[in-house]
C-alpha cells in the first residue's frame, strides 16, 4: 500500500514564521506524521515532542523518553527540508520502535527504510546534509597530513584525557593545532 507525501508548506510560507508559528508548525507535521502511521499500526502511542536537541543530529527518536527531540536552530536553518525529511524520518523510527521486533531491529535497517519509502514517499537518508557549522561549533583544530578536523569541546576534552582519533582517510593519528588570532576572528 503506497501512500502520497506528507503535505509541507512552501518554502516562502514557512520563512514568514517566527519561532511560535515554526514550531506550531513542526507540531503540525508530526502529528500528521502520527496520523499516517496510525493507518498502518493503530495502537502506535503518540510520541510527545520536545525541540531541545543541539549539535548535529537534526532529530532524534527517543523512546527512554517517550517521544521525538528536534534541533531548533537546525530547523529554523532548513524549515521545508526539516519538515519533509526529519520529521518522517524520525517518526519512522517511531512507528519502527513499536512494532512486535522493533528494539531488536536495526535503526536503518529494512524495515524503518520500508517505512519511508512506503508510508511517507521519501527516499531513506541515514543522515541529513545540513550546514552544521552554526548549530555544531566545533573551536578546537587537529590536523592530520590530508586535512583539518575540527571537534567539539566535548571531543577535545576526551582527547585531553588520553583518548586518541584516526584521520579516515589517510589513518594518522589527529594533532591538536590551536588556531591562531587571525582565523578565530574569520
Not at 81 to 96: N, R, S, T
Request: hydrophobic share 35%.
Amino acid at each position: 500500500m503506497t501512500y502520497s507525501a506528507l503535505p509541507v508548506p512552501t518554502q516562502d510560507h514557512l520563512e514568514r514564521l517566527d519561532a511560535a508559528q515554526l514550531e506550531a508548525c513542526l507540531l503540525a507535521q508530526v502529528e500528521a506524521a502520527w496520523q499516517r502511521c496510525r493507518e498502518v499500526h493503530p495502537d502506535l502511542p503518540r510520541p510527545r515532542v520536545w525541540c531541545d536537541l543541539r549539535g548535529k543530529s537534526a532529530g532524534q527518536a527517543h523512546f527512554g523518553r517517550g517521544g521525538l527531540r528536534f534541533n531548533p536552530r537546525l530547523y529554523a536553518e532548513n524549515r521545508y527540508a526539516f519538515l519533509a525529511d526529519v520529521v518522517p524520518h524520525e517518526m519512522a523510527h517511531w512507528l519502527v520502535h513499536h512494532l512486535e521486533e522493533g528494539p531488536r531491529m536495526r535503526p536503518h535497517g529494512r524495515e524503518w527504510q520500508t517505512v519511508m519509502r512506503r508510508l511517507f514517499d521519501c527516499t531513506p537518508h541515514v543522515t541529513h546534509r545540513f550546514d552544521i557549522s552554526r548549530a555544531s561549533p566545533a573551536p578546537y583544530r587537529y590536523r592530520c597530513a590530508c586535512r583539518d578536523h575540527h571537534f567539539t569541546p566535548r571531543r577535545h576534552g576526551l582527547v585531553r584525557r588520553g583518548s586518541r582519533y584516526r584521520c579516515r582517510h589517510c589513518a594518522q593519528t589527529l594533532v591538536y593545532a590551536p588556531l591562531n588570532d587571525d582565523e578565530k576572528s574569520s
